[in-house]
């Protein structure tokens, strides 16, 4: 997969920039040769820098060219340039031309490519000197307060120019003002990201419809590793609304894309705790329910049933015993008074209240009935809320968690009293239920079906829970619910 040559497009002929291309105002030199040394691209610095026409180069041998001008350090270093796939860079002192040359080789396709630069060499004075030396400015400034690379591509050509040290300073690959071959850049796309872009950029020059191409992709950098970028570029149309150039900047957004994937990676990590955690309360749920109808079980068939037993027992007694029959009538009147009693609270248990009482008073009539079975004292102090500013939902959520705690409390502390205080500050209300039981280790409590279903409600009204108790000294249990007013 590569971009391929562009052909001339139909439609409204478009405007563009038709200026020279970077190759030929800024002061480098450049050439290109093929396998057998023929060259193949001469610039007009090249022909300043090293005194010879493209015109009377082009299409002939470089080595023939310049036998015995050429040093021989130049000769070995592009022959071994040929089978490296990374750029190489060297100084070398050109005695005939009288300076040291900076240059720069890179192979890609068949073909050797050489930037180079005179440091000692005096270019042509005038109107065109004096414009290189602005653009040069100019495009050493703008990457200098800027971390995008700057480049021009020749679609003909087939030849990207990296402008300036941006590629160096970003990918610290050895290229600065150079000519790179296009395969160079494709080679280095991250294999997953290259389709993508290539077939995307390839739609957008044949269709001819867009000025602009924008993509973000991961570009490999010297050391192997890739960095993200965003690439921004102008497309430039030739008369014949073709497709010639494209000028833009690649920019490094590692860091940004590096933050936005942990944040992607956090929230889905958010995520499956939240549904771990859902998973949790819904099976704790489940098991509450199973217990309470095994408890409900038990109570049916261990206490009302033998009661109901003894109530039949004393009836059966009743229609042959003359003489104890008051007793026994009563005695059996007794029983299923009892057995009404405990179903009624049972009831009361499992149904869900109406409110219509209030809040404040169904917390009393379900303390006043666990007194009546129970030794334990029970305080309930609420203070600073009207049940009128809070809503069925909510009121039945502190009653259920209230219930929920009682019932713990009963079960598991061993206390012998316990305090319920219910209190409003500012737009939060403060429910805290505490004992003097024999307390808790708060990491195995933390796994409790009561106190995950008690997290559970307060959860539903985005509400937090919080738990202090150590073995022996008693347990408190603070929830804290957000209040907005009845809705």
């Not at 007194?371 to 502190?398: C, P, S, V, W, Y």
Request: charged share 25%.
């Amino acid at each position: 997969m590569a971009i391929k040559p562009i052909s001339p497009t139909n439609g409204v002929k478009k405007a563009g920039y038709l200026g020279k291309p970077i190759t030929e105002i800024i002061t480098n030199g450049f050439l290109t040769v093929d396998q057998h040394w023929t060259v193949i691209y001469w610039n007009k610095a090249a022909e300043t820098l090293l005194g010879v026409p493209a015109v009377d180069i082009i299409g002939k041998n470089l080595w023939e060219e310049f036998a015995g001008a050429i040093p021989v350090d130049f000769y070995t270093i592009y022959h071994n340039a040929f089978i490296q796939d990374i750029p190489a860079h060297f100084e070398e002192y050109w005695g005939k031309m009288g300076a040291w040359f900076d240059v720069i080789t890179y192979h890609c396709d068949d073909t050797l490519s050489v930037s180079f630069r005179s440091r000692d060499h005096s270019a042509h004075s005038g109107r065109l000197q004096q414009k290189s030396k602005l653009m040069n400015e100019l495009y050493q400034f703008v990457t200098e307060v800027t971390n995008d690379c700057l480049w021009e591509w020749d679609l003909h050509t087939r030849e990207l120019f990296w402008i300036d040290g941006g590629h160096k300073r970003v990918f610290g690959y050895q290229i600065v003002n150079a000519l790179i071959p296009q395969s160079f850049w494709e080679n280095h796309l991250h294999p997953n990201d290259k389709v993508r872009i290539l077939n995307r950029l390839n739609k957008i020059l044949s269709e001819g419809s867009d000025s602009i191409w924008e993509d973000e992709y991961r570009f490999q950098r010297a050391d192997g590793s890739y960095a993200y970028v965003h690439d921004r570029a102008h497309i430039i149309y030739d008369g014949d609304e073709v497709a010639c150039r494209m000028i833009g900047a690649t920019q490094d957004i590692t860091v940004r894309k590096s933050a936005e994937i942990k944040l992607l990676e956090s929230e889905k990590k958010l995520v499956r705790e939240r549904l771990t955690r859902q998973k949790e309360m819904t099976h704790a749920v489940l098991v509450a329910q199973e217990n309470e109808r095994s408890e409900i079980g038990k109570e049916l068939h261990a206490n009302l049933n033998q009661i109901l037993g003894a109530a039949k027992l004393y009836i059966e007694m009743a229609k042959t015993d003359e003489e104890n029959r008051e007793m026994c009538l009563e005695k059996s009147s007794t029983f299923i008074v009892n057995v009404i009693e405990e179903i009624r609270r049972i009831s009361k248990t499992l149904s869900t209240p109406g409110m219509n009482m209030g809040l404040f008073d169904s917390i009393k009539i379900l303390l006043d009935d666990l007194i009546m079975i129970h030794t334990i004292k029970i305080e309930f102090k609420e203070a600073g809320i009207n049940e009128e500013d809070l809503d069925e939902r909510l009121q039945l959520t502190i009653f259920r968690i209230v219930q929920e705690q009682l019932n713990n409390i009963l079960k598991h502390a061993k206390a012998t009293c316990a305090t319920i205080n219910l209190t409003k500050h500012r737009n939060k209300i403060i429910l805290h239920i505490s004992d003097n039981g024999n307390g808790c280790n708060i990491l195995e409590e933390e796994k409790g079906l009561g106190i995950i279903n008690i997290k559970s409600r307060a959860e539903l009204y985005h509400g937090r829970v919080t738990v202090v108790s150590k073995p022996g000294e008693g347990y408190s249990l603070k929830v804290v619910l957000p209040f907005n007013g009845r809705t």
